[in-house]
Every structure is written in structure tokens, then in C-alpha cells.
């Protein structure tokens, strides 16, 4: 009888675990598939030269700061017929924030890499492309240096 209640509580658990990871794993690859969707959608910005996709893609207002920002995006990467031949998706932070690496091959046939972070925001993936932006105010800096 103990036995028998034994191999039951653990076949119980056993199939709860598997009921568990197979929801999550969906989950994890449905934000995968967004959080390309946005590199993807990076790409096209760059190709295109188009600062309104690629503060969208960022997820920033869209201000002066990024609209000069965007221009020195589109200035250093744009316009290269990127094609893309690896994208990686890691959701080391979560459900809704990770990081993604590209490789790409530009028209001249030149491989170039890139690395960024990821968030889900209001169900939409983001870039961290955007560095930029101002302190919330009553926010701390990161900074170390003491005053």
C-alpha cells in the first residue's frame, strides 16, 4: 500500500512537472518569435533608412533626442542590404526581457554581428538601440563615482 501511494505521488508529479514546462516552454517560444519579429523589423529600419521603424523598434518617444539618435543610427548602420543569416534569442531575464544576437551579411559581402537587449512592453518587443535618454527624474544613475 505505501508503495503503491509512492509510485503514485510520483507519477502525479512527474506528469503535473511535464503539464508545467510544456505551458512555459510554449510561452518562452512565443516571446522568442516576438523578440525576433523586432530584430527583424531592425533590420528593415536599417535597410530602409527609416527613423520612424527603427524609434518605433526602440521603444522610444518619439522626440527630438531620438530622432537625432535615429539619425546617427541610420548614418553609422543604415543603407547596407543587410541580409539576415543567424538571429539567437536568449529569455535569460524572463518571460519579457532577454537578449538577441545577429549576424547579417551586408551587400558588399561583409558578415557583421550585433548584440542587444530585449523587452516586452504592453505585449510589444523592443530593441535597446536607443542609449540616449534622459534619467526619470527622482531616479538614481548607476553611476559609481562618489560625490
Keep these: 500500500m505505501h508503495r503503491r501511494r509512492l509510485v503514485i505521488t510520483i507519477l502525479t508529479a512527474l506528469l503535473l512537472s511535464a503539464c508545467g ?3 512555459s516552454s510554449g510561452s518562452a517560444e512565443e516571446g522568442k518569435k516576438g523578440a525576433r519579429n523586432a530584430v527583424e523589423s531592425y533590420v528593415d529600419a536599417l535597410n530602409s533608412r527609416d527613423a520612424d521603424h527603427l524609434i518605433e523598434v526602440g521603444g522610444v518617444p518619439d522626440d527630438s533626442r531620438a530622432r537625432r539618435e535615429a539619425g546617427r543610427i541610420l548614418a553609422d548602420k543604415g543603407g547596407r542590404g543587410l541580409s539576415i ?4 534569442i536568449d529569455l535569460d531575464m524572463g518571460p519579457d526581457a532577454g537578449s538577441a544576437k545577429l549576424t ?3 551587400k558588399s559581402g561583409e558578415t557583421t554581428q550585433d548584440s542587444f537587449s530585449v523587452v516586452r512592453v504592453d505585449g510589444a518587443w523592443h530593441l535597446t538601440v536607443f542609449t540616449d535618454r534622459p534619467v526619470p527624474s527622482g531616479k538614481a544613475t548607476s553611476s559609481t563615482e562618489q560625490l
Design 21 to 23: 514546462s510544456d505551458k
Design 85 to 88: 543569416t543567424e538571429i539567437q
Design 104 to 106: 547579417a551579411k551586408e
